[in-house]
Each structure stands twice: as structure tokens, then as C-alpha cells.
DNA sequence: TCGACAAAAAGTGTATGCAATTTTTGTGTC
DNA sequence: GACACAAAAATTGCATACACTTTTTGTCGA
């Protein structure tokens, strides 16, 4: 994900590592998180588990349920439809500040991005296709120099691509590109208003593709984490 | 704080007293928080503690450093004016969306807490006085039924308490109540136009009285802490 | 008196242990 | 066969123990 620093600490790797796992959909939202098995996979003790465990209770991404456990979270229609609003708020204003403090190497680093977009678009790493996605979206807040602003945003789309599983009809990734495309063109030729409307479109479109009736199906712990992260 | 539920947890008891003497000014920024003297003062064993400090380190009011220990945050210049930043946009947009969506339960709600405010000016109470000076925004976005943009402002707000005592000149407390006093008659007269300039200027006035080059006292751990908190 | 270095103290990072709670398993009854 | 209940197993919550790092203290020599 965009602005994920050296995972030095050992705890951090756990955290990564287990949002990496939500965020691709590789543990499904109900799931179960014991500890111990955590502890084994990682070959740590109980201790780092629960301080990453911890950690990811606060970003929304798994909910700590009192002497039962930690699950994958499975937010609700009321959260998803919180988080798309506030993402609007974000987003909104952030276009419009990027426009005008539009620069030729902001353009340049967006473009950059738009490319590895591209090509992952043409590839078959889902997992690759969906972090990009996302990151379209921090890296224009990073471009801005706002990291309060992208770390927010961040923690934000990582709960999008939680909501997405649960809710989404269809696979929208192409979709959604093409709409990046736009954004980014407006971007490029300073025009606000259509980049603004376009983001406005964007985000819209994203939040109507939901569908707000389906259950989801739990999974499996140690083979979501055999995964192909770390 | 608005949106403070029922501490149950003893982890949520710590963090929040810790919380209450960053933000009311009784730990200042630097200090060091020992985890065997927090321990010893809520009468928990280290693992509580530094869950709590784990948790507030991520609300960015205490930075960790690696095998040096927990120390009050000193928000940098730059990270005062990005917190700004972000809140003039989600605040603005906020004051737009609850005129779009007032009702006389919301206006009423939003009343009451007028009148807290103006109750809380005329005591000596300064802890409350910050307390509800901050509550203010982040009732607005209760109000409008948005918890995750509620809980995304309360936490910016702390950060704010903490740039506040870092770099304000001279106590703005009364001029920031009259402009919420400003901002509640513009917003009960469903004067957008009105409430989103008056929110602006609010939030540029508090953010331009600051002083961007000072420096502040350490302080004393134990002192702060048997203060007039729990 | 000051600075460098070494020993001691204090403090953090992680693992382990144990009480308490929850979940599972097993048994008997209807 | 389904349900209720009790014993056993598994799991969480918290405290403690210990290795390792940082900070402080104390001593010596210039």
C-alpha cells in the first residue's frame, strides 16, 4: 500500500501482513483470528499477536470481541455509506487543492502512477490491481504533501476494500480504471471543475456498484496466510 | 469527549486519562511516560500500559521510540498546518451537509450544546472549556449520523489541543466561542453560504493564532497525573 | 575541572505462566 | 434423533520473568 514504511518492528510485519491478507481478500470478513495460531504462523509469542491484533482493531479492519477473539471486521451498510461520505469530503477537497497547486513533477509522480496502473490493469495479479487502485487515490493526497491528510485517506480505503468484498456485485476493477484515467487527464489539464465532478462520479459510481443484501461465506486461516505475501 | 462511550475496558480507562492530560495541558509535549510509573499509578501490570500507549501513539498524542520509551508528541509546524488542513476540509464540508440535512432535533441538540459552551465561558473550569470548545465541531458531525467522520475530527481535535498549547500565543478560548456562536446562528438560520465562510474564517483564525517558533517546558509525570482527572 | 570510560541502574521488548472465561465434547434423558 | 446439561479442552486477559538496550552514576586520568 502507498506510504507503508520500512515494517521494521516485528509487531508492524504481523500488522502488515494481516491487512494485506483483509485488504486482498484472502481472509474473509467473520473470520476468526486466534491467537495462538497467529503466534505459530508467525513464530512469535502471543504477545506481538495481540499488540498487531490490537492495531488492527483500531483501523476498523478486524473487531475485538471481549474474551471471545478478534474477526475479520464485517462492517455494515450504515458504516460502508459513513466511510463513502467522508471519502467524498477527502477527495473532493483534495482534487481541488491539487489543481491548484498543480506542479509539472506532481503531474510527472501521478503519471508514474498511472502507468504501473496500466500495466497491472493487463495482468493477472488481482492482488497487485487492487493495491494500485487504492493507491490512486493516497498518492494524490501524498503529492499534495499532506501525509495527515494520506494517512487518513489510507486507513479509509483499506476499510473500502472490506466493504467491497462484502457488498460488491461485480468485479468494477476495470471500470473504476477507466474513471482513474479521466481524473487523472483532468488533472493534467487543470481543470477543476471536471476533475472534481469527475472524482464526485467516481466515488459515486464505486459506492452505487454495492449491493446492500449478501452474506458472505468465512474462510480459512493458515491457507489465507500461505498466502502469496510474506 | 464527545463520543466517549463507557470506559469499560481497563485499557480504555488508561488511554482515555492519559488523553485528557495531553489534551488539557497537564502533560506537555516531550514529557516521557515511563511504563512501570504508569503502571504503579493505575495499578496494572506494563502489558495494560503499553497497549494504552500503543494507542495513543497511533492517535499521534505520544510518539514511541524504539527501546526508548513513550514521550508526549511535539507536532512539528508542518504537521500543525497538514491537521489544519484536513480539518478545513472535512469541517466545511460537514457545515454543508448538515444545513442540507437540518431538522428542529438537530438544531435543538446542537442548541443545548450552545448553551454548555456559554455556561462553561463564564466558570473557571478551564479543562471543561477546552473540553467543549473542541466538542463543538465534533458534535456537528454526531449530529449529521456520520460515527466515522465524528471519531476521524475528535481525534484531529486532540492533535489540535496539543499544536494549541504548543504554539498559541495568547488564550483565543473567547474568540473561539463567539465564532461558534457565529457559526450556530448561521446554521439554525440555514444560512450555508454564512456557516461555511464563518467556519473558515473560525478555523483559519484559530489556526493563524499561532506562533510558529517557541518552545515549551517539560513537565512532571506523577504531578500531571493526580490532577483533577480520575 | 573536564572528558572518557566502565560499572550499575533503569527501562524496554518479548516470552511464558496462570486464572478466568468461552467453546467444544461427551453423556444421559425424553 | 434432538435437547439439556456437565466435564474437558481451548482460548483469552493479565501479570510476571528475563534478556537486551539505554541511561545514569561513579571513577580515573589528563
Same mark, same amino acid.
Given at each position: 500500500?502507498?506510504?507503508?514504511?520500512?515494517?521494521?518492528?516485528?509487531?508492524?510485519?504481523?500488522?502488515?501482513?494481516?491487512?494485506?491478507a483483509?485488504?486482498?481478500?484472502?481472509?474473509?470478513?467473520?473470520?476468526?483470528?486466534?491467537?495462538?495460531?497467529?503466534?505459530d504462523?508467525?513464530g512469535?509469542s502471543?504477545?506481538?499477536?495481540?499488540?498487531?491484533?490490537?492495531?488492527?482493531s483500531?483501523?476498523r479492519?478486524?473487531?475485538?470481541?471481549?474474551?471471545?477473539?478478534a474477526?475479520?471486521?464485517?462492517?455494515?451498510?450504515?458504516?460502508?455509506?459513513?466511510?463513502f461520505a467522508?471519502?467524498?469530503?477527502?477527495?473532493?477537497?483534495?482534487?481541488?487543492?491539487f489543481?491548484?497547486?498543480?506542479?509539472?513533477a #506532481?503531474i510527472?509522480?501521478?503519471? #508514474?502512477?498511472?502507468?504501473?496502473?496500466?500495466?497491472?490493469?493487463?495482468?493477472?495479479n488481482?492482488?497487485?490491481?487492487?493495491?494500485?487502485?487504492?493507491?490512486?487515490?493516497?498518492?494524490?493526497?501524498?503529492?499534495?504533501?499532506?501525509?495527515?491528510?494520506?494517512?487518513?485517506?489510507?486507513?479509509?480505503?483499506?476499510?473500502?476494500?472490506?466493504?467491497?468484498?462484502m457488498?460488491?456485485?461485480?468485479?468494477?476493477?476495470?471500470?473504476s480504471h477507466e474513471e482513474?484515467?479521466?481524473?487523472?487527464?483532468?488533472?493534467?489539464?487543470?481543470d477543476?471543475?471536471?476533475?472534481?465532478?469527475?472524482?464526485?462520479?467516481h466515488?459515486?459510481?464505486?459506492?452505487?456498484?454495492?449491493?446492500?443484501?449478501?452474506?458472505?461465506?468465512?474462510?480459512?486461516?493458515?491457507?489465507?496466510?500461505?498466502?502469496?505475501n510474506?
Open positions: 500500500m502507498a506510504g507503508m514504511d520500512t515494517p521494521a518492528s516485528t509487531t508492524e510485519v504481523i500488522v502488515e501482513s494481516l491487512t494485506r483483509v485488504v486482498e481478500h484472502r481472509l474473509l470478513p467473520g473470520t476468526k483470528l486466534a491467537e495462538q495460531k497467529l503466534a504462523h508467525f512469535v502471543r504477545t506481538l499477536v495481540r499488540q498487531a491484533l490490537f492495531q488492527l483500531q483501523n479492519l478486524i473487531r475485538l470481541e471481549p474474551a471471545r477473539g474477526f475479520v471486521a464485517t462492517p455494515s451498510v450504515d458504516e460502508a455509506r459513513q466511510v467522508v471519502r467524498r469530503m477527502l477527495e473532493i477537497a483534495t482534487v481541488r487543492a489543481v491548484a497547486a498543480s506542479t509539472p #506532481k510527472r509522480a501521478l503519471k #508514474k502512477h498511472m502507468e504501473a496502473e496500466r500495466k497491472a490493469m493487463l495482468g493477472q488481482v492482488s497487485l490491481r487492487t493495491e494500485l487502485l487504492g493507491d490512486f487515490h493516497v498518492r494524490i493526497a501524498q503529492l499534495m504533501g499532506n501525509e495527515v491528510l494520506a494517512q487518513i485517506l489510507g486507513e479509509l480505503i483499506s476499510r473500502c476494500a472490506l466493504i467491497t468484498l457488498y460488491q456485485t461485480s468485479t468494477a476493477a476495470v471500470h482513474h484515467e479521466g481524473i487523472f487527464n483532468a488533472l493534467v489539464a487543470g477543476e471543475a471536471s476533475a472534481v465532478r469527475l472524482m464526485q462520479e466515488l459515486d459510481n464505486v459506492e452505487a456498484g454495492l449491493m446492500f443484501d449478501r452474506d458472505v461465506p468465512s474462510n480459512d486461516l493458515s491457507m489465507a496466510l500461505t498466502a502469496p510474506a
